[in-house]
């Protein structure tokens, strides 16, 4: 598969640079209107009008946006950007899947600007994308490639709406655009591009619950990019005490990464387990907020070889999760240079999914996608290193 790797720009000058406003809440842009002194009374009627250009319309150009005053119109682009995080590389699946890595401009003098993943998974009936909530993470799981990246920030909720600014330019999904012929995107009348987010790029975001929540709302705020929070899923390694908080405050749909159904293995592959232990999280999830037969919490599991594979863990696993409205996620290991475990054999996973399947929860195992181009979680940042060092010792 061609992995296309964009000329390396020079970051962008630090702090000299202008701002962008795409991606930016509405406090934010009203704080934006209120640096460049426009009036106390106006600063609602041009929030909403630059919502409704940014997030509805999809404009790239403060030219385009006819009904503000030409005036303040030149103000806004001396100012401020509509700049979005570059495309460093792009690899399109067999299979349609896309995934990109995004670099984000630089936060102070020293930062040349970090890289996260985003992917872009398509399916007939809807389009889900998978974004990251930090650069890296802090918690090393055993068997996520993630963990082993060095550097970690939050990122911004700018950043983390902007992920689904740049996929939907690239998938031709705002007014006047075209979707791109080169993959399976769905179309028709009233599917969108991208109809579905998942939480589960890199980082843990309920570690960044502030601007994941912030995101959550400029992404479904119905004068704009207007997803229902029913079709975003928050992941989340067990962060006890912010779940209810995300429920409360938010409400999306969550994830709950499981992978094992005995705290002394838990605590090997999601290290944050001796913090939080099964019963604690379980709990976390019998009250949380919102939750019922109609919003399902989805329970992770991923697969690996002779680890958590037997069919009594998969009993227990049913035993486990009884009385809570749940779905479950066979996720079959996607492996990495080095990584200490295999993924388990396909009889071993139907088996396994069989005895979930005869507890009354359907299709369980997640088809892998993308497998040509996502090797693993984490490994397009790295595949991309190796090109760029390569590319390197090329000129030298
Ligand atoms: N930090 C959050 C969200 C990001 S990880 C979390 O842990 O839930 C998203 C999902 O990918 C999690 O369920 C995680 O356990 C899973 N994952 C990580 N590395 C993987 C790998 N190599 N193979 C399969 N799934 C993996
Ligand atoms: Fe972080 Fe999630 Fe990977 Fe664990 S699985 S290291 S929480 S990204």
């Known amino acids: 598969m ?19 406003l795409a991606g930016l809440t ?36 403060f030219a385009d946006m006819s009904n503000i005053s030409k005036a303040l119109r030149a103000v806004l682009a001396e100012r401020f950007t509509l700049a ?10 067999t299979d349609g899947t896309r995934k990109w890595l995004l670099r ?63 996929a939907r330019f690239r998938l031709g999904d705002f007014p006047g655009l075209a979707r791109p012929t080169d993959g399976l995107v769905p179309s028709g009348e009233d599917v969108r591009a991208v109809s579905n987010i998942v939480f589960m790029g890199m980082g843990e975001p309920l570690y960044n619950l502030e601007h994941v929540e912030n995101a959550i709302e400029v992404m479904s705020d119905g004068d704009g990019l207007s997803l229902s929070k029913r079709r975003i899923t928050v992941s989340t390694s067990g962060v006890v005490p ?15 990464s499981l992978h094992a159904v005995r705290d002394e293995l838990r605590d090997e592959l999601v290290p944050l387990n001796k913090k939080y232990p099964i019963r604690q999280l ?6 949380y907020p919102g939750v019922s037969n109609a919003r399902r919490i989805t329970f992770e599991y991923v697969m690996l070889k002779g680890v958590n594979d037997s069919p009594a863990e998969a009993r227990e696993l049913v035993r486990l999760l009884k009385g809570i409205p749940a779905k479950i996620n066979l996720i079959p290991f996607n ?8 993924c388990s054999d396909w009889e071993t996973i139907e088996r396994f999914s069989d005895i979930v399947f005869d507890a009354g929860y359907a299709s369980p195992v997640r088809t892998p996608r993308g497998r040509d181009i996502l090797a693993a979680c984490g490994q397009l940042k790295s595949e991309t290193e190796k090109l760029r060092a390569r590319a390197r010792l090329a000129v030298e």
Request: glycine letters at 6%; aromatic letters at 6%.
């Open 242 to 256: 912010q779940i209810e908080r995300l429920g409360a405050e938010c409400g999306p749909m969550l994830a709950i």
């Open 104 to 166: 984000l401009d630089p936060i102070d003098a020293q930062d040349k600007g970090a890289e996260i993943e985003c992917v872009y998974i398509p399916e007939s009936d809807r389009g889900t994308l998978c974004v990251s909530s930090q650069v890296g993470c802090t918690l090393n799981c055993s068997f996520c490639h993630t963990g082993t990246q060095r550097l970690v920030r939050n990122l911004t909720s700018r950043e983390i709406v902007s992920q689904l600014l740049v």
């Open 2 to 20: 061609p992995l296309s790797l964009a000329s390396a720009s020079p970051a962008r000058a630090f702090p000299d640079a202008k701002r962008s």
């Open 84 to 93: 979005l995080p570059e495309i460093v590389a792009e690899q399109v699946s």
């Open 26 to 61: 509405r406090a934010e842009l009203a704080d934006a209107l209120r640096s460049i002194d426009t009036p106390e009374r106006e600063i609602r009627m041009r929030v909403a009008q630059l919502w409704h250009w940014i997030y509805f319309r999809g404009a790239r150009d």
């Open 282 to 287: 379980l709990e976390a999830c019998r009250d």
């Open 335 to 342: 492996p990495w240079p080095g990584a200490p475990y295999e």
